[in-house]
């Protein structure tokens, strides 16, 4: 077998569906194997950015690892998304095509290092230099990426390797590697003993689920603890979904990206707090300022990361396992030796409604020509199908959905890039979420973040899928010119404005039915037409800079109560 056979049938014994990517001169021996023999769907991008993000999206919604390839003269590009891939604890199979071995110290066109680009943002990075040696390094791919912490494996493949035949005797998979966690280990029996102990004599606890919640796929078991014990639930905006958000304990999202004041305030006033898949960066923890004075606080930790354990916040008792399996255990503690346990019923849905309420009522008037995303989030959450997928992109796209939009099934129904942040992320989430899916995909991005990612407009028209490109206008790059002004006392930042574009034009140049929101009673029915309208539809919104109306960002909402300045909270 030559090489390109041997690493198409590896990844079909893995079960793999599809490749994100785009071709090079470096990739054609691998790409006329493939067209000839394997059903593995080839999705073609038009930049090796949307790819990599397309990828991690996909892995995301389908609890399967994903595969991603690029040539060599645009390996680089792939960098943002492999970054946030890594961060976010997504395990991505990454090819890349190389010219030949050691051409690159010759100075050969597209000749790089590799290897040495990626090892700092993935498990491991393989250079094949032989053809027999391919299943193994791709067994060991799989397992690497999707054990333990998954994250993503780089595969470094010289242009020879596609050609070169070798005999192959172990031509296998192991089936355990096909999805993620690979492996479900349960933390030590005696801490878990520990964290009931403290549970159960908790004045007021709180659980909080990151995206480790939802890798592990934990949330019915985080509901049946907090049923059981009559403890609220909040999570952190990647972690969004872990547990429906209509639930009576769902305290729903908290720190700085979207959480409401009410539901820090909960958070800062716990006694308790019982993290589960959380890496407690500042995003979620509002500069790790949320839980107040953590002397006065008793922390527990539950995740499948050492690293992660007491990183920020000291603990009481540190749990290093799976999420679901470990929990799964504690309930079963809980249920033998407490049969009789009869907590106090705790019901957050008025105090909810309230707070959501008083941002729907608010009726702040928005600046001249421009209309509110509260208006716009509030007609999303009542049209959103219950197998709708929703991608979001950081900045004024996500911040209120973050916050105001209702899960209502547990699960990846959000997508938010929170770990890296890079600009250009809901497109290509959009498309790795609609070949994951067979629901509509609503993508929430910003004009500052569509101009990385136009291109692919061609690639969503090309697929046929029902993706809905929203488009929060505001002709500036919002969230640094918000924070230059309220925390920085800017008065006019110098570099975050740019030109108008004809947006409409352009989407419909791609193909897209597009429409230009002009009065705020024409967003609930252009929505609901681009939902039902199978296929790529573009709708444009022009919205107030952050600093015009202030978001849910605990900091900027506390300059903009100084300076007066209308806000959300």
């Known amino acids: 077998m030559n090489g390109a056979q041997v690493i198409l049938r590896m990844l079909e014994l893995h079960e793999v569906g599809c490749v994100f990517g785009l071709p090079g001169e470096t990739t054609i021996g691998w790409y006329k194997e493939w067209q000839e023999s394997s059903s593995i769907e080839f999705v073609l991008t038009r930049d090796e950015r949307t790819a990599a993000f397309a990828a991690e999206a996909y892995a995301k919604v389908t609890g399967r690892p994903a595969v991603l390839e690029a040539p060599s003269p645009g390996v680089a590009h792939c960098a943002p998304g492999i970054a946030e891939a890594y961060l976010s604890s997504v395990p991505v199979i990454f090819f890349s095509s190389d010219i030949p071995v050691n051409q690159d110290k010759k100075h050969g066109l597209t000749g790089l290092d590799q290897t040495a680009l990626y090892a700092s943002i993935c498990k491991e990075s393989f250079y094949l230099t032989r053809v027999q040696d391919i299943p193994f390094l791709l067994r060991r791919a799989f397992r690497v990426a999707t054990s333990g912490r998954p994250a993503p494996v780089h595969v470094r493949v010289p242009i020879n390797i596609f050609h070169d035949e070798a005999e192959i005797t172990d031509l296998y998979a192991e089936p355990d590697y096909r999805v993620y966690p690979a492996h479900r280990p349960v933390a030590d029996h005696a801490k878990i003993r ?324 002009t009065s705020e009673d024409q967003i609930e029915p252009a929505l609901a037409e681009a939902i039902a309208h199978p296929g790529a539809n573009f709708i444009e919104m022009m919205v107030p800079t952050q600093d015009k109306i202030v978001p849910f960002v605990p900091n900027w909402v506390e300059s903009a109560r100084k300076k007066g300045l209308s806000h959300f909270r």
């Not at 959501?356 to 199908?385: H, K, W």
Request: aromatic share 8%; charged share 20%.
């Open 194 to 517: 520990q964290t009931i102990d403290l549970l159960l004599a908790a004045r007021k606890p709180i659980i909080v689920c990151g995206q480790g919640a939802l890798i592990s796929g934990a949330g019915q078991a985080v509901l049946d603890l907090a049923e059981l014990l009559q403890i609220p639930v909040a999570t952190t905006t990647p972690g969004k979904g872990t547990v429906p958000e209509t639930h009576p304990l769902a305290l729903r999202v908290i720190g700085a990206r979207g959480g409401m004041a009410y539901a820090n305030d909960y958070a800062h006033e716990a006694d308790t707090v019982f993290l589960i898949g959380s890496n407690t960066d500042s995003s979620s923890t509002n500069h790790w300022k949320l839980y107040g004075d953590p002397k006065t606080k008793t922390f527990v930790q539950l995740d499948i990361a050492e690293a992660h354990m007491g990183n920020n916040f000291p603990l009481a008792v540190g749990l290093v396992g799976d999420a679901r399996a470990t929990l799964d255990y504690m309930l079963e503690l809980l249920r033998r030796d407490h049969p009789d346990l009869n907590r106090p019923a705790l019901d957050l849905t008025d105090v909810k409604r309230s707070a959501l309420d008083s941002v729907f009522n608010a009726n702040i008037p928005m600046p001249e020509g421009t209309f509110s995303p509260v208006r716009f989030t509030q007609a999303l959450d009542r049209l959103l199908p219950a197998d709708a997928i929703v991608t979001a992109e950081p900045g004024v796209a996500a911040i209120y959905p973050s916050a105001l939009m209702s899960v209502r099934e547990a699960g990846r129904r959000y997508l938010t890039n929170y770990s890296m942040g890079a600009l250009g992320y809901s497109v290509p989430a959009a498309i790795g979420a609609a070949f994951a899916g067979s629901g509509p995909v609503i993508c929430l991005t910003g004009d500052g973040s569509l101009a990385f990612v136009l291109g692919d407009f061609e690639t969503i028209r090309r697929s046929g899928k029902n993706i809905t490109v929203v488009l929060m206008r505001n002709d500036s790059y919002g969230w640094i010119r918000g924070e230059a002004i309220l925390l920085d006392d800017v008065d006019a930042p110098w570099t975050t404005d740019f030109g108008a574009v004809d947006y409409v034009k352009v989407a419909e140049g791609f193909g897209f039915r597009a429409t230009r929101i």
